[in-house]
């Protein structure tokens, strides 16, 4: 079955640190450029950040530049988001969601077409 | 960053009508807008891809519109089970935008 199971989530203390899991299976994992979009229950969806099929040029949103990092690890079709210095507004159900790969003349075309979505883990800051 | 403004932001409609969405973005682009349906307690489902694609397997009453900074959504013969938030999402610029959603309910 094509699917992303996420792991990791909980309750942390402001200042804190969790290391979010993703496991990938179904797939190729490393022909797609994987990302997390978090939601804050009853809201709306906000990307917080990407990776590529190599792990190279990660890309994060400003609200969580320097305390977030993706990374992703093809061997064991794994991605994580290490997460420091959590804050109350980080509190949100946290999902990994794969980006869609097109084919052309059988080269790839990596786009940002969230085609896959994993069920979500809560994040939940909180002293 | 570009806002992506949807509207309305919640609707109420009969089984059989049609419905549509509409999202504007604040600059333009081009045709990079996707659309993604939200079921309560579940996570999103891409619908329409690139403003006017239809998702494989997506069913054919939805469809999707537009280009530069506005894109419509619509379902015709609107179905129970379409009850949801839809978003729209840009990926023109970084970073990934999405529109604040429009929930749909049954009238």
């Known amino acids: 079955e094509v699917q992303l199971v996420e792991s990791g989530g909980g309750l942390i203390q402001p200042g804190g640190s969790l290391r979010l899991s993703c496991a990938a299976s179904?797939?190729?994992?490393?022909?797609?450029?994987l990302n997390w979009v978090r939601q804050v229950p009853g809201e709306g969806l906000v990307w917080v950040a990407r990776?590529?099929?190599?792990?190279?040029?990660?890309i994060y949103a400003d609200s969580v530049k320097g305390r977030f990092t993706i990374s992703r690890d093809n061997a064991k079709n794994t991605v994580s988001l290490q997460m420091n210095s959590l804050r109350a507004e980080d509190t949100a159900l946290y999902y990994c969601?794969?980006?869609?790969?097109?084919?052309?003349?059988?080269?790839?075309?990596?786009?940002?077409?969230?085609?896959?979505w994993g069920q979500g883990t809560l994040v939940t800051v909180s002293s | 960053d570009i806002q992506m403004t949807q509207s309305p932001s919640s609707l109420s409609a009969s089984v059989g009508d049609r419905v549509i969405i509409t999202c504007q973005a604040s600059?333009?682009?081009?045709?990079?807008l996707n659309w993604y349906q939200q079921k309560p307690g579940k996570a999103p489902k891409l619908l329409i891809y690139?403003?006017?694609n239809l998702q494989t397997g997506v069913p054919s009453r939805f469809s999707g519109r537009g280009s530069g900074t506005d894109f419509t959504f619509s379902i015709t013969n609107l179905q129970p089970e379409d009850i949801a938030t839809y978003y729209c999402?840009?990926?023109?610029?970084?970073?990934?935008?999405f529109g604040g959603g429009t929930k749909v309910e049954i009238k």
């Open positions: 969601v794969r980006g869609a790969t097109y084919y052309y003349d059988d080269y790839p075309s990596y786009r940002d077409v969230f085609d896959l």
């Open positions: 179904g797939f190729t994992f490393s022909n797609y450029w």
């Open positions: 690139d403003a006017s």
């Open positions: 990776i590529n099929t190599d792990g190279s040029g990660p």
């Open positions: 600059q333009g682009i081009d045709i990079y």
């Open positions: 999402q840009q990926y023109d610029t970084l970073p990934l935008t």
